[in-house]
Nanobody, 129 residues
Framework: QVQLVESGGGLVQAGGSLRLSCGTSGRTWSTFGSCAVGWFRQAPGKEREFVTGISWSGATTYYVDSVKGRFTITRDIAKNTVSLQMNSLKPEDSAVYYC???????????????????WGQGTQVTVSS
């Protein structure tokens, strides 16, 4: 079992930036290093949707069209963390953001929720207009 912990959410004005971080600790440290990681978000009354993902090595990333050019996902191998830099935020980006991980050495980024084995508790991002 990999326990994921997200941080970095908050309230920001439209056009502003936030940086989210996802990590783990303890015995799951090495397991997280072999996981592809995705960020999902869920707004009130809506389905949880895939936003972006990164492969276990950090070599492959994928973004949904609505965040391309504004969001950047990166992986710090040494710190064993995955970060999501969100720039030019819009009110429609407001949601609870979840970090998710799946154990795989494949470079393909999965967008389906069911493909991910482990989930964080979520962090709220609110963008005011």
């Amino acid at each position: 079992q990999v326990q994921l912990v997200e941080s970095g959410g908050g309230l920001v004005q439209a056009g502003g930036s936030l940086r989210l971080s996802c990590g783990t600790s303890g015995r799951t440290w090495s397991t997280f290093g072999s996981c592809a990681v995705g960020w999902f978000r869920q707004a009130p009354g809506k389905e949880r949707e895939f936003v972006t993902g990164i492969s276990w090595s950090g070599a492959t990333t994928y973004y949904v069209d609505s965040v391309k050019g504004r969001f950047t996902i990166t992986r710090d191998i040494a710190k064993n963390t995955v970060s999501l830099q969100m720039n030019s935020l819009k009110p429609e980006d407001s949601a609870v953001y979840y970090c998710a991980a799946r154990q795989t050495f494949a470079d393909r980024i999965e967008v389906g929720r069911s493909k991910y084995d482990y989930w964080g508790q979520g962090t709220q991002v609110t963008v005011s207009s």
